[in-house]
């Protein structure tokens, strides 16, 4: 059983192997959750309650730069005060620093941050499952369907159904307790209808749904390129208004992952592949496990970006990097065009072209230039390699779960029906009451703790 | 000055009363039942009639309880009905219209021949508390009577203000006084007072009515009694009539909507809903020509009638005229004007499930000072009442029946978990469990708890047991016989199976011996077993968190991380159950996964070293 009273503490996200240096963020949640990041954490400033802090984490002899950011309750996530320390540090240290947290705060366990935001009603039930599948999705588009169900879709046309299902029992209900006022609340044709088209609603809402691992399927494009080659502003560019949570919270999820593209025919993931190349981080020490990561992505990819600075002179570290990209996914973008004038513009988009062997696409993300063409170019490439998929993100995606959960209801309406046409009145109102309980599970349960424990142990560690 | 010492007072002889005193002294306390007047014990002071939808199944639950007030409409009934006949047994329920005088008179000599129950008049004017505990009532003529226990059943007589059209009195019912003393006293006391508003329609001299001009209307050509004590009813059955309103009266009632009480502000208590006034009706529902009115007989020789459908706060000259225009009723004499009355009532948030307040140890509340409606409602209370209160006196656990075994139950469970705003009145709707809560298996579901109380008679136990082993022989007689290579008791789950009626004359049925009953509750067992196992799992479920009992000191203000609304609501509701919490409205599974893991916490604190840090 979790208690919800003290201050935890986890370390998330990080990609850290051997001695490596990573970026590690730790999390602290409860009301001593400042205090307690005041035990390593040293400011430059005076540490403020809300906000970003920069300053350095001191243990043992060690000092590493490092970055507080503070939530204050109940506005943060988990509705308690929360900090985050983001920091460089290699897995040794890291874990000195967790040694030394955990001596004020208590570790915390499988998905608790989430419990807590769920019981500080910060996030219902499907949200907080939502954020499960997030943690837990490895391919973008799991993570765009889960946060479909954060922003509420399932939620919402539950609920619509919800109601409807209200508004027959209801009336059904009515028939029972005052037939005596000479009234015909409802027909039974008309009951057997609304519930017909109650009940086929929810099959098109199972039918037209896509499960979790069939979203594996769907198309990916990654960014690709050296560092400082203006791939995080391109991705800003391309993903504008679109752009999904997750890159706004730098680095609380996979590095690997940024968000979903939404073209004019079809829909795609995009990924930055961070970590290609060379050195990203001035400590010279490249990360081999997101190194990794990254070069699996891109072999998965249907296509790869290559982001090129049109400024630069020497083209070898983006030749080396394109070496690992199949030709056919490949699309040379020239960025920072804004930069040079028309003429170097020019010169130099010939000289890539020979390079790469391939006509690049200029674009300047200040200027605007090129995006469009390229989120086209995109699109056209896209719907040409999986005819048909378009349609398929616009779909609610449905765990296992919620699956169970529409499909007994979809039992409990049938079943209502049946025994109206009996003229069971009182036997169809239970599984009326059924289905609607049923169908409020999705978001409303009283659940016991042992379901509860289930769930959240469904997650990482710190979200 | 008169003192006397009992152990147990109930303050009102309603429904509620009659069957407080009733209990309590069946329990062997010496109770004393203090009346305005012995004339209107048991009083019918609205609708001349006992059961109807849910509350049917309330008055059989009584019954089976060890009550009065099945064995006396049994007794004074004259004309009975089972209301939806046509639809479920879980929905069917008795209704009957009552001789209101000889059901009166029934009460009132079965209270006056009980041992240990002394009746006495008086206007009791004061509770009388000590360290915060009921030590007795103090009269206005200065007669004051001790008891440990006290049980207050005053329906409408707190505050009571009566209204028809532009006049205004005080009063409790009509020609009777209003007490302001007692809701005073409750007030000083530490109770919350509220205001709700209720009406009845005009009463007519029964000789100045013209039935012919409207439609008839008979009972069942078999009463079925509401007592399991009655074995049947004899008596001859008075019709009802039913004539509808008309534009002449609608337009009327709008023209004179000024004179309405209801409508010039003069009433700011809330009224019902279910039961509007005739000037509600054709505001709220101004499409429908026509109202229904059941002209219904308020004795057996057919004196006075009851205007069943057009309860009214309009001037007593509207009224006249609506009556003039209502066929049937055109020559008709006003015996009683109808009136609308407002009066204090108590939100029984402030009440524990036993019906005690938890402001005034020994003080209990029932009936329409609760916010009900209704006599089944009261009547129901008032036994849960008077047998609590005597169980306090015994050191015994206060009886508390839970929504899944009486409607009783879901009475006072949603009174505790509900926001009233209307006087709340039953509906089988409110029962989640109500394939389980049936008008026919109320002994099943409840003799054998009265007969642990104590309320259940030698008699009345026997018959029961009795009956339980018919039905069990009828039920292995239907499970063992086959018909075209299926039992019985699997054709009798068929949909329109007529097996049920012809099981009466099957003969080896008849060579069993059992009663009419027997063979519909086994009938019912059968239809409905597949679906009560199914209800049986959600009643499972429900009791999960129902057993998981609140402490009683338990200060929802201390659980950090409740949410501030719900630590209110929980505060002010005082729920005793994690159920009971989960049902309050406002209050989300996540305050109750937040108590329950306080509860753990508490749990852990006391009991082990569990480490707070890893």
């Known amino acids: ?463 | 000055m008169k003192t006397d010492r009992y152990d147990c007072i109930v303050v009102g002889a309603g429904h509620a009363g009659a069957e407080a005193s009733w209990a309590a002294s069946r329990l062997g306390a010496k109770t004393l039942l203090i009346t305005l007047s012995r004339e209107t014990i048991a009083k019918m002071s609205c609708n001349p009639a006992i059961g109807g939808l849910a509350k049917g199944q309330i008055v059989r639950e009584i019954d089976a309880l060890g009550g009065l007030m099945g064995q006396a409409i049994d007794a004074t009934g004259i004309q009975f009905r089972l209301l939806n006949r046509s639809k479920g047994p879980a929905v069917q329920s008795p209704r009957a219209q009552a001789d209101k005088y000889k059901y009166a008179d029934y009460i009132g000599n079965r209270l006056a021949a009980a041992d240990n129950l002394t009746i006495v008049e008086g206007v009791v004017a004061d509770i009388i508390t000590r360290d915060g505990a009921v030590c007795g009532v103090a009269c206005k003529d200065g007669a004051v009577f001790h008891a440990p226990a006290g049980v207050v059943t005053t329906g409408t007589f707190l505050r009571g203000l009566m209204h028809m059209g532009e006049a205004q009195w005080e009063g409790g019912r009509l020609d009777e006084p209003a007490s302001n003393e007692l809701s005073d006293s409750l007030k000083r006391l530490g109770l919350k007072l509220g205001r709700l508003k209720t009406g009845t329609p005009p009463r007519l001299d029964a000789a100045t009515v013209d039935f012919d001009k409207a439609e008839v209307q008979y009972g069942d050509e078999e009463a079925l009694p509401f007592s399991f004590m009655t074995d049947r009813i004899d008596r001859e059955q008075v019709p009802c009539w039913v004539t509808w309103t008309n534009e002449n009266i609608h337009k009327l009632l709008r023209d004179n909507l000024h004179r309405a009480p209801m409508y010039t502000g003069q009433i700011e208590a809330t009224g019902t809903r279910y039961c509007p006034s005739i000037e509600t009706k054709i505001v709220r529902f101004a499409d429908k020509d026509r109202h229904q009115v059941f002209l219904e007989p308020e004795d057996e020789a057919v004196t006075t009638i009851y205007c069943n459908g057009i309860s009214t706060s309009c001037p007593r000259d509207v009224q006249e005229r609506m009556i003039a225009m209502l066929p049937g009723t055109e020559n008709a004499r006003i015996v009683h004007y109808a009136y609308a009355i407002e009066y204090d009532y108590v939100p029984a948030i402030q009440l524990r499930a036993s019906l005690e307040t938890r402001a005034v140890a020994g003080l209990y509340l029932a009936g329409q000072i609760n916010g009900t409606s209704g006599y089944e409602e009261a009547a129901g209370q008032g036994l849960i009442a008077g047998v609590n209160a005597i169980r306090k006196l015994n050191g015994a656990d206060p009886l508390v029946l839970s929504r899944d075994q009486a409607y009783i139950g879901v009475l006072i469970d949603d009174l505790r978990t509900k926001q009233i705003d209307e006087p709340y009145r039953m509906f089988t709707s409110r029962a989640e469990y109500r394939l389980a809560l049936r008008s026919d298996n109320a002994d099943r579901r409840l003799t054998r708890i009265g007969r642990s109380v104590g309320l259940v008679d030698d008699l009345r136990e026997q018959r029961f047991s009795s009956k339980l082993a018919d039905i069990e022989r009828l039920t292995a007689y239907l499970k063992s016989n086959r018909r075209d290579g299926k039992s019985l008791w699997q054709l009798l789950k068929q949909p329109n199976s007529n097996l049920p009626n012809e099981l009466a004359d099957d003969e080896t049925v008849k060579g069993l011996a059992v009663s009419g009953d027997v063979i519909a509750a086994a009938c019912i067992d059968a239809k409905y077993e597949g679906y009560l196992a199914r209800q049986g799992q959600q009643i499972a479920a429900f009791r999960n968190l129902e057993n998981i009992k609140l402490p009683p000191d338990l200060d929802f203000n201390q659980i950090s991380h409740l949410r501030c609304e719900a630590k209110e609501k929980l505060t002010a509701f005082c729920p005793s159950t994690l159920g009971q919490a989960a049902r309050i409205g406002g209050i989300t599974p996540a305050d109750i996964t937040v108590i329950q893991i306080h509860l753990k916490k508490h749990t852990y604190a006391n009991h082990s070293t569990h480490p707070r840090h890893i």
């Open chain 1, 1 to 463: 059983m979790y208690d919800t009273g003290d201050t935890i503490c986890a370390l998330s996200s990080t990609v850290v192997a051997g001695n490596m240096l990573g970026k590690s963020i730790i999390r602290i949640s409860g009301s001593d959750a400042i205090a307690v990041a005041g035990e390593v954490f040293c400011p430059d400033e005076q540490l403020r309650r809300r906000g970003t802090t920069a300053g350095m984490i001191a243990v043992a002899d060690i000092e590493i730069d490092a970055t507080l950011y503070a939530f204050s309750s109940p506005q943060s996530y988990t509705g308690q005060d929360l900090i985050e320390l983001h920091f460089f540090a290699a897995a040794c240290v890291v874990e000195l620093v967790m040694a030394e947290l955990l001596a004020f705060a208590r570790q915390a366990g499988p998905g608790e941050f989430t419990l807590r935001a769920y019981l500080n009603g910060r996030i219902d039930l499907s949200q907080a499952e939502a954020v499960a599948e997030i943690v837990a999705g490895s391919n973008a588009f799991q993570l765009q369907a889960a946060q479909k169900l954060l922003a509420g879709k399932l939620s919402q046309t539950a609920a619509k159904i919800r109601e409807e299902i209200l508004d027959v029992l209801s009336l059904i209900e009515a028939g029972l307790d005052f037939s005596t006022e000479g009234i015909t609340f409802l027909g039974q044709d008309e009951a057997t209808e609304t519930i017909g088209r109650i009940t086929q609603a929810l099959k098109t809402l199972l039918g037209g749904s896509i499960r979790y691992e069939e979203m594996i399927d769907l198309p990916s494009v990654g960014l690709a390129g050296a560092s400082n080659a203006g791939k995080s502003s391109l991705l800003n560019a391309l993903l504008g208004q679109e752009r999904s949570i997750v890159s706004d919270q730098k680095a609380t999820t996979r590095d690997v992952l940024c968000g979903v593209l939404e073209l004019e025919k079809c829909r795609c993931t995009l990924f930055d592949c961070a970590g290609m190349g060379r050195a990203e981080t001035d400590s010279g020490l490249l990360d081999e496990l997101a190194a990794q990561t990254a070069a699996e992505a891109i072999k998965a990819a249907n296509m790869v970006l290559l982001c090129v600075d049109l400024a630069k002179t020497d083209f070898s570290e983006d030749i080396e990097i394109s070496r690992t990209i199949h030709d056919g996914e490949l699309v040379l973008v020239a960025t920072k065009a804004d930069l040079l004038d028309e003429q170097d513009s020019k010169r130099k988009s010939a000289q890539l072209t020979e390079l790469f062997d391939s006509q690049p696409v200029l674009t300047s993300t200040r200027s605007g230039r090129g995006i469009d063409s390229l989120r086209a170019l995109i699109d056209s490439r896209i719907v040409r390699l999986t005819a048909g998929a378009a349609e398929a993100a616009d779909r609610i995606a449905i765990n296992q779960r919620h699956r169970k959960v529409v499909a007994e209801t979809i039992e409990h309406l049938i079943a209502a029906a049946g025994q109206i046409t009996l003229g069971n009145d009182e036997i169809a109102a239970m599984f009326l009451r059924s289905a609607y309980e049923v169908l409020a599970g999705l978001e409303k349960e009283y659940i016991d703790e042992a379901v509860l424990e289930r769930i959240f142990s469904n997650f990482c560690i710190g979200k």
